[in-house]
């Protein structure tokens, strides 16, 4: 199967006329690349994952990246274009999904010896499904405070997805400040 024609295919189903406006609503997440896994923050939400990404289908996204320690891109073929997440700095993308449906999320920058299998779900929901997976990542998680990021932090491959029902509030700015580093 050629992957190129599929996820060609995935992006031109994807591609909506609608406008964006200031009135749309939209969610940001807070996206950190760790050793080989991903962590999506949702900061109005109060909630985080690992490895599984969710929003709503013709909402737009807000995505603010950066990286726990090696440079690496974030990238939803079906969706958008790559960006790269970076340690100390923080890049930003903006993305729409406008079909339901459940999406590979990969990363696209070598780093390491996880590279090959730091892979993420991507779930494009509708309104109704999307807010059933917020209170299921509420009910089913634990709390992601600094200490337990730092033991989520650690290198780890084929992580499965975790979910955290509320997250410290200056997490990310904390890890993008590099305010998190092992000793």
Known sequence: RDLHKEYRRQSQMCIRDSP??????????QVV?????????????????????????????????????????FYIPAMSGMIYAMPGMQTQLHAV????????????????????????????????????WVERVRAEGQPLTRERYMEVEQPSELEPVHYFSEVDPGLFQAVLNLSLIHI
């Open 20 to 29: 964006v406006t200031e009135e749309t609503p939209t969610i940001t997440v």
């Open 33 to 73: 690349a760790l050793d080989w896994k991903w962590m999506f923050i949702y900061p109005e939400l109060g909630i985080a994952t690992v490895n599984q990404l969710a929003a709503p289908v013709d909402t737009p996204i807000n995505f603010r990246l950066t990286s726990s320690s090696i440079m690496n891109s």
């Open 97 to 132: 999904i406008n079909q339901e449906g459940t999406y590979q999320g990969i990363a696209s920058n070598y780093s390491g010896s996880g590279f090959s299998n730091m892979h993420f779900q991507f779930l494009g929901l509708s309104d109704g499904d999307f807010d059933a």
